[in-house]
């Protein structure tokens, strides 16, 4: 059973999802042109103290911006889209931080927006005058309640993150946290959130035989996801069938480790938090156009900004469309999503926002992998090689629904009360192989089917209050809420023999299908369940100066669980209730700045996994109990513009379920023991930000080793495959070329990992160390426009992404591939 929920079945039935390109076209141009209503108005921030000399001389914008910052001493933020190819006619004098600022920015069609933190600024483009108005090019302040938003910055970090409970820097959390910008997104061409995490640091994807991914850090499966902060449940009777579109995101935020102050029941993998795009307050439209290797296209339209004249109320709409095969025979996709959201300032410090999230999949997809031989050895069968079936199909929806209300009391306290609800579904169908192939003969894979009608609703209401204090003399912070997360999953599912043989050099791909009807009628396996899980939980966390370099992180979340499964039909027990009531899960850390750059840290952090397992008395075993000790470094560099630690970890994670081979079972013929125990050590080291001008960089590594403390024959673990390879090296790096070559930049990484197997019945099955390059040119054509070339695996190097068993489940990595991209912003 796996556990990272999942929705009900259905096909993409939608006309708007099989759209004809020049129909699709038609639509985005149409969208683009509907006209939004006045921007926002702007507050003026008060001078800078003190006049500064400045000589600048006229020069391309991205120069002189270098030089402005030096002479104030201030950090002035810009994407590369915004500067590439613009002049400033420079600046010479003495002025203020503000006054320089405009006077160099005047006549760039761009404008200064001072950080909602105080410190530094970014640039926006100049809202437009009307007919015989003239306006000067003021500083403004854009009011924005998520200062941790990495839209528009072009940056590859971001000072300040929402998953760790309340705003803070990243040196504020005495864990490890990787994100991952909206500008590192669009550089990689990340749009999904597979490829997202197969970029950070530490994470490696397990491809999952039944449709999705499974997610690994750590060496522990990530179970753990949240949207805006909010936990998401997740549940599927079969593999993992969770896919999700970036299109709507502004980042992902990911904390490695045990996170049971945030979420509760979970594995001490990592969390990993989506956050959705909001509304500005300003008027944008960006288009995208892209068109790459196996027919892959794709069109996506962003729109956005105030829909009064007082800019209290704010729309943003997103849609996106995409038309796919894939470097296998046989196989196609077509997904879609759409994005609403509005936010609307009840007054001066209240907002509310809600938003709905619709994404469809339509599929011809290859699934279960290829096999080895039955000693393990590689086939060396061609990468284009599939042995699915042209009936295949796998088809999902996913619709969310949320609503947020934030509330600023004062400058220290604020409140946050959000709802969500999400319907998944997933219908899918499709022929699939298993059997190790014998040396000799060349058989040995025989033919199966599978039949899945999934769907699932999860709700969700979540609470948080983040406040600031004074005590003894020095000020403190504190944040507390409370959660409930339900759960109704509704599944069908039935696995048959087709008792065909499959010639794995020549497989046939036009295998008669079997009905619905007959699939159920003669399955080996089968089940049609209702599966309900709730988790309520409170949590508080506070973080304490006890003296100017040194900060206290103290806290706690109990959580209530339980998850009950029936037959649909008969509603019997399908599988044994269980629940956990008032489980504490305790979360510290110590802070010690050693000056404004750099601080250290040691902190602990725990979380619980539910089981359901029996002991010998017929009681459902403790739950299994995660533990991460950390200690790192952290460092914010250049103005915050570089964020970049190492730490060394611990997990520790006992009372796994290990069969019982001496008591007499009371209930069932097998019970268990809650004796395993397994570690997980090593070392996490990253680096994200601008290092030098016009210089981006993004570089984690990660050194993990496994192994058990207890019980080391039991195999029934992930610990018996290398999901965490030794070592992992994630790398990309993006440079604006300097003068006239500014409108050009060019970006290049490495995807490198140690080698990894899988042992099953003895039989290993391995491949070594390999490592992927990517590279990218960029063109900046004009303050509207851009075009990118993305070439992934530039040296063509064959691997299996995924390492299986003996008779199934390894899929190669892509080929070497081209994509190029057209973006517009208006």
């Not at 156009?289 to 009064?308: E, H, M």
């Not at 994200?688 to 960089?697: D, F, H, M, R, T």
Request: some cysteine; aromatic content about 10%; overall charge neutral.
């Amino acid at each position: 059973m796996a556990t990272r929920q999942s929705s009900s079945p259905s096909a993409l039935s939608s006309p708007w999802m099989r759209p004809a390109p020049l129909r699709l076209a038609v639509h985005l141009a149409l969208a683009a042109l509907a006209p939004l209503a006045a921007p926002a108005a702007s507050w003026a921030q008060s001078a800078s103290a003190g006049d500064i000399a400045f000589a600048i001389s006229p020069s391309p914008l991205d120069v002189a911006l270098g030089q402005f910052g030096v002479a104030a001493k201030v950090t002035v933020a810009a994407s590369p889209e915004l500067t590439r190819g613009v002049m400033t006619q420079g600046l010479s004098g003495r002025y203020t931080a503000e006054q320089g600022l405009a006077q160099l920015l005047a006549g760039t069609g761009l404008q200064a927006v001072a950080n909602a933190n105080g410190e530094g600024y970014r640039l926006r483009r100049a809202p437009q005058n009307a007919p015989g108005v003239s306006t000067l090019a003021p500083v403004t302040v854009l009011g924005q309640a998520d200062s941790a938003v990495t839209e528009g910055s072009g940056s590859y970090t971001s000072r300040f993150v929402t998953i760790g409970k309340g705003l803070q820097t990243l040196k504020e959390i005495p864990q490890s946290v990787t994100v991952v910008t909206r500008q590192r997104m669009d550089d990689q061409n990340a749009n999904t959130l597979d490829e997202v995490l197969a970029n950070a640091t530490g994470m490696t994807l397990y491809r999952s035989p039944m449709g999705g991914s499974y997610v690994y850090s750590r060496g522990f499966r990530v179970d753990s996801y949240q949207f805006d902060g909010v936990n998401r449940a997740f549940y599927y009777p079969q593999a993992d069938s969770f896919t999700s579109n970036t299109v709507i995101l502004d980042r992902v935020e990911i904390i490695r480790g045990a996170t049971g102050l945030m979420q509760g029941a979970g594995s001490p993998s990592a969390a990993v938090n989506l956050v959705r795009k909001r509304p500005l307050a300003e008027n944008q439209v960006q288009m995208l156009a892209s068109g790459g290797s196996w027919n892959n296209y794709r069109a996506d339209i962003d729109a956005t900004g105030p829909l009064n004249e007082s800019g209290t109320l704010r729309a943003r709409g997103v849609a996106s469309y995409n038309d796919r095969e894939y470097f296998y025979d046989g196989a196609d996709s077509r997904s879609g999503v759409l994005y609403g959201a509005l936010s609307y300032d009840l007054g001066p410090a209240t907002t509310l926002t809600g938003g709905v999230s619709y994404e469809e999949l339509r599929s011809t997809p290859f699934f279960h992998g290829l096999p080895h031989y039955s000693n393990g050895d590689d086939i060396g069968l061609k990468r284009s090689t599939s042995l699915g079936q042209d009936w295949n199909r796998w088809n999902g929806k996913q619709t969310s629904v949320f609503a947020e209300l934030a509330h600023r009391f004062n400058k220290d306290w604020s409140l946050r009360l959000t709802g969500t609800s999400t319907q998944e579904s997933n219908d899918s169908k499709y022929a699939f192989t298993e059997g190790a192939v014998n040396p000799q003969t060349g058989l040995g894979p025989m033919l199966y089917a599978g039949l899945f009608d999934l769907s699932t609703h999860n709700k969700a209401l979540n609470l948080d209050v983040d406040g600031a204090f004074e005590a003894l003399g020095r000020k403190h912070s504190v944040s507390f809420g409370a959660s409930i997360n339900e759960l109704t999953s509704k599944n069908d599912f039935a696995l048959n023999r087709l008792n065909r043989a499959v010639n794995v050099w020549n497989p046939d791909h036009h295998v008669p299908e079997p009905s619905d009807d007959w699939m159920r009628e003669n399955a080996y396996r089968s089940a049609a369940t209702v599966v309900k899980m709730k988790q309520t939980g409170v949590y508080g966390v506070g973080r304490f100066s006890l003296a100017d370099p040194l900060t206290l992180v103290a806290g706690a979340r109990v959580s209530w669980y339980e998850n009950t499964s029936r037959y649909r039909d008969s509603g019997e027990q399908y599988s044994d209730p269980y629940k956990d009531n008032g489980v504490v899960t305790p979360y510290g850390g110590l802070i010690y700045a050693f000056n404004p750059q750099w601080s250290g840290y040691v902190s602990y952090a725990q979380i619980f996994e539910p089981q359901n397992s029996l002991d010998a008395s017929g009681k459902v075993l403790d739950p299994i109990v995660g533990k991460n000790y950390e200690v790192g470094i952290k460092g914010e560099l250049l103005d915050g513009r570089v964020n970049t630690s190492v730490a060394l970890f611990r997990i520790d994670q006992k009372n796994r379920a290990q069969q019982d081979l001496v008591g007499n079972c009371t209930v069932g013929d097998i019970c268990y023991l809650s004796s395993g125990k397994v570690r997980s050590q090593g070392l996490d080291a990253e680096i994200s930000g601008e290092v030098a001008p016009g210089w981006q960089l993004f570089a984690g590594y990660t050194f993990n080793t496994l192994k058990f403390l207890d019980d080391t024959t039991v195999t029934t673990t992930n610990f018996g495959r290398t999901v965490t390879p030794k070592h992992i090296l994630r790398l990309w790096s993006d440079y604006r070329l300097p003068g006239n070559l500014s409108a050009w930049s060019l970006g290049a990484g490495v995807n490198y990992q140690t080698g990894s197997y899988t042992e099953t019945r003895g039989v290993k099955v391995s491949q070594g160390s390999y490592a992927v390059w990517n590279a990218r040119v960029g063109y900046q054509i004009n303050k509207h426009w851009s075009a990118a070339l993305n070439v992934n695996n530039i040296f063509d190097k064959t691997y299996y992404q995924t390492i299986g068993a003996p008779g199934w489940g390894s899929f190669y990595g892509d080929p070497r591939n081209a994509t190029l991209t057209v973006r517009g912003t208006f």
